[in-house]
């Protein structure tokens, strides 16, 4: 979703800490209780499972879906291509 806000601080400008702060104040991930418009395009973004899905059994995501929500905004950055192999597994999750 791109959306445009007043007075939003710019990426890249100014901080990441000033960023992340700006979007935690005006973006939440409740489900909104009294807009059954607004409710009904979160429920069309939700992860539906599939077969697809299935590892071996029925209750398990391959996709590890569904995900808690963050506690915060994180900015991810790029791994470097020339940063060594043992440093991209500090990044990588297991």
């Not at 007043?6 to 400008?13: G, I, L, M, N, R």
């Not at 100014?14 to 395009?41: A, R, W, Y």
């Not at 429920?43 to 995900?67: A, D």
Request: net charge negative.
């Amino acid at each position: 979703m791109l959306i445009w806000v007043e007075d939003a601080p710019e990426f890249q400008v100014k901080s990441d800490e000033e960023v992340m702060g700006f979007i935690d104040k005006i973006i939440t991930c409740q489900k909104p209780v009294n807009n059954p418009e607004l409710l009904n395009h979160v429920h069309s973004n939700l992860h539906q499972h599939l077969h697809t899905c299935c590892k071996n059994t029925r209750s398990e995501c391959k996709f590890n879906y569904p995900h808690p929500p963050m506690r915060k905004t994180n900015i991810l950055y790029l791994l470097s291509s020339d940063m060594p192999e043992n440093e991209v597994k500090i990044h990588k999750r297991n």
